[in-house]
């Protein structure tokens, strides 16, 4: 949002009054886009390519890789090439140096290691297979020697005829030793994923390997005996058709490890019991195409968020969680460009350094394919603001037209304040600051604007760039005084007689 028009701003606090609280909301700002040479959905990884403490982004590009280095504000150069063959990738330390390694499934594994420029010494393959069918592939400890390993998922649908998943043991310096099999066959079916953590409580890792087949996803589990070796548990029906992502984390803060899967068509989570095997599965945002998610305490209360990219509306939905392991909507980011329910999922990093999780992914269709990234401006415990979401009808079409606000400061006497509008559209916009003492008033009547001094302040063009307001905190307000902020517009669009930033709830300290 370079170029953001500005404004300055007096801020009145006459005759305030308290208000009560109420339920936030997360809060992201508009995308930002950065055009890369690859394809829509292209596989990326996030890490410290270039050991400066910030996170950085590598995507599979044309004939090679694009890396996007951090600036370390959450924003990112024009992208670095880095010639080679691309595919599902891990970021990791392999050999021991301060540089992250690239682990790449090309259709067998190949590894690269890190210069710490952010780009990668030559490839050295060090798995295959007779059809060259690894897929996917995972980075783990999972041979008890403290050296990182890589499970390889090798199979394709429709066929199955070679699915498998084998173990490759890390010696610590880079290379690697002989594959061995976790699993030689698993008929009619294809692995897509491993996660790794204790599932029975007996302080040694296991591996729960999700496969798919045409119509129903599955889950196979494998106990770990020590030194690399692994059991078969058995296998369980996850509650989805297909799996997309899969998560193993404790989500009800019990000490025990639960599954989150998304895919088609939903999102499933099944609580751990301990002994390895999970309660039946509870779906959250069924009945939509989800295209992968990542898991996060986006807000910073202490549980654990999810975030997953609706394929079919081309949204991100993210779902608060509880300390009961149940989720709730709670937020739709729209602005996704293109895309399918193929392309990539989110993938969560704190790019910007404010100890918040942001969001990027790959994007395209009919537009430059281009890395997004989604910075996360959810207002913390204990900031002086509170995002109280839409106060108009749920409708996407709505939201896509609607500016982003938000609000930066301490509240503090002689303090600035900061207002921003990020429009999520090309047209210029006309707004005004609502300013009132609660969140229940009505400063339109029958879908036309009543002026009110008490209550407007404006206009403000709103231009493609976005708007800023600043202005100084007055000195003293009163310690816990409330008060209530929107930005109203209008015409709001064809059917919409006006339209309507979220609230924002403020608090003097």
């Known amino acids: 949002m ?143 020697d403290a050296h990182l390993d890589v499970i390889a998922h090798n199979g394709q649908v429709p066929t199955f005829a070679t699915e498998r998943v084998d173990i490759i043991p890390g010696n610590g310096d880079g290379t690697f030793g002989a594959a061995y099999p976790l699993a030689a066959a698993l008929p009619n079916t294809v692995p897509q994923q491993s996660v790794v953590g204790d599932l029975n409580g007996d302080r040694i890792d296991d591996i729960l390997v999700v496969t798919g087949a045409i119509v129903s996803a599955s889950a196979y589990v494998y106990l770990g005996t020590g030194g690399g070796a692994y059991t078969s548990n058995g296998f369980f029906a996850i509650g989805l058709s297909s799996a997309t992502r899969v998560s193993l984390v404790d989500v009800n803060d019990d000490g025990d490890l639960d599954l989150i899967t998304t895919g088609s068509f939903g999102l499933a989570v099944r609580l751990g019991n301990g002994d390895a095997s999970f309660s039946p599965s509870t779906l959250f945002v069924s009945g939509l195409m989800v295209g992968g998610s990542t898991v996060a305490d986006f807000d910073l209360d202490g549980h ?123 047209s210029s916009q006309v707004a005004w600051l609502v300013k009132a003492t609660s969140p229940i008033f009505a400063p339109f009547k029958g879908g036309t604007m009543v002026p009110d001094a008490q209550l407007l302040t404006g206009p403000f063009v709103v231009p493609p760039a976005g708007l800023q307001i600043a202005g100084p905190m007055p000195a003293g307000v009163p310690p816990g005084t409330q008060f209530w902020m929107q930005f109203w517009f209008q015409p709001g669009g064809p059917g919409l007689p006006f339209s309507a930033t979220s609230g924002i709830e403020a608090t003097a300290p």
């Open 304 to 426: 654990l968020d999810v975030a997953c990219r609706d394929s079919q509306h081309q949204e991100l939905v993210f779902l608060r969680g509880a300390s009961d392991g149940t989720f709730t909507e709670n937020l739709r980011v729209t602005g996704l460009e293109g895309g399918s329910f193929f392309d990539g999922a989110p993938g969560g990093a704190d790019f910007d350094g404010d100890g918040f999780v942001d969001i990027g992914l790959t994007e395209g269709g009919d537009v430059p394919v281009a890395y997004q990234v989604f910075r996360n401006h959810t207002y913390g415990p204990g900031a002086p603001f509170l995002d109280l979401g839409f106060s108009l009808p749920d409708d996407a079409e709505f939201h896509k037209r609607t500016p982003i606000f938000l609000a930066d400061g301490t509240l503090v006497g002689g303090e600035p304040v900061t207002l921003q509008l990020q429009p999520q559209d090309v």
């Open 2 to 144: 370079s170029q953001r028009s500005r404004s300055s701003f007096v801020f009145a606090f006459a005759g305030l009054v308290l208000a009560g609280s109420l339920q936030a909301q997360l809060v992201f700002e508009a995308a930002a886009r950065y055009p890369i040479s690859g394809f829509s959905g292209a596989a990326f990884a996030t890490g410290d390519l270039d050991v400066d403490g910030d996170a950085d982004v590598i995507v599979i590009g044309s004939g090679g890789f694009d890396v996007l280095l951090n600036a370390g504000d959450g924003t990112f150069a024009a992208p670095l090439f880095v010639p080679g063959v691309g595919g599902p990738m891990r970021l990791a330390h392999l050999n021991g140096d301060a540089f992250l390694d690239l682990v790449v499934a090309t259709g067998a594994v190949d590894v690269r290691m890190g210069v710490g420029d952010g780009t990668f010494g030559p490839a050295t393959t060090i798995f295959t297979t007779p059809d060259g069918l690894v897929r996917t592939l995972t980075v783990a400890e999972v041979t008890g």
